[in-house]
């Protein structure tokens, strides 16, 4: 069936570097790819999204890109924040409200 | 504007009791759905609703039921708990299929024990 790989499963950065998050997705028809951050004790929450007729995006600090040949979609965050600590999830959908998400990401910025 | 709220935040139920998991959203969005968190296996759809009358099964619905009577509410039955529904579950709603953004409740954590 349809699937999203995410890696890593956890990754600890040291404050002011970068992190890098990758997915991987199985269904050639997906066509938007968010990414959801998601803190202790609370719902996940969208903090950027991609539609596959674009290769990247940015906002400020964060940037996903995404290659459609590959089926592969990144999340960078550079410049990394105590704040930025934290699960991360990517997801894939064909354009609908149904999204199939990936395993998280763990993860922590040491200051 | 609460946006998505859920209710309770925690329950521990005893195997083969029934209970219903509250969703409201104030938003006016047509689609509404229930995922499950599980450890290491991100979140899945168990039902999901396109609008007041309309649902459909997601990825595991199986021990579920959903109803969807209006817009603003989609509550989710588990009519005989099990251990294995033991989870943390969530609530979403999106505005249309083409706005796509879906907004999360804070989650209810679920024990059967």
């Known amino acids: 069936g349809e699937n999203v790989e995410q890696h890593p499963s956890t990754l600890s950065v040291q404050e002011g570097d970068s992190a890098v998050i990758k997915c991987t997705y199985s269904?050639?028809?997906?066509?938007?790819f968010p990414w959801y951050k998601q803190e202790l004790g609370k719902g996940p929450q969208l903090i950027i999204d991609?539609?596959?007729?674009?290769g990247e995006k940015k906002d400020q600090r964060i940037a996903v890109t995404l290659n459609k040949t590959a089926k592969h979609f990144s999340l960078h965050i550079t410049e990394t924040q105590p704040e930025d600590s934290a699960v991360y999830f990517c997801a894939a959908s064909r354009g609908t409200y149904k999204y199939i998400f990936g395993t998280g990401t763990r993860l922590k910025v040491l200051a | 504007n609460a946006g998505v709220t859920q209710t309770p935040k925690f329950q521990v139920l005893k195997t083969g009791q029934s209970m219903t998991l509250q969703c409201a959203q104030d938003?006016?969005?047509?689609?509404m759905s229930w995922y499950r968190q599980d450890p290491g296996m991100g979140l899945r759809l168990i039902h999901y609703s396109v609008g007041a009358g309309i649902t459909d099964q997601g990825e595991v619905p199986n021990g579920y039921n959903v109803s969807r009577s209006t817009t603003e509410d989609f509550p989710l039955r588990l009519l005989s708990a099990a251990p294995s529904q033991t989870s943390v579950y969530f609530c979403?709603?999106?505005?249309?299929?083409?706005?796509?953004?879906?907004?999360f409740g804070q989650g209810t954590r679920l024990t059967v024990v």
């Open positions: 979403a709603s999106s505005y249309s299929a083409s706005n796509t953004e879906a907004f």
């Open positions: 938003m006016n969005h047509e689609y």
């Open positions: 991609i539609r596959s007729n674009v």
């Open positions: 269904d050639s028809a997906s066509n938007y």
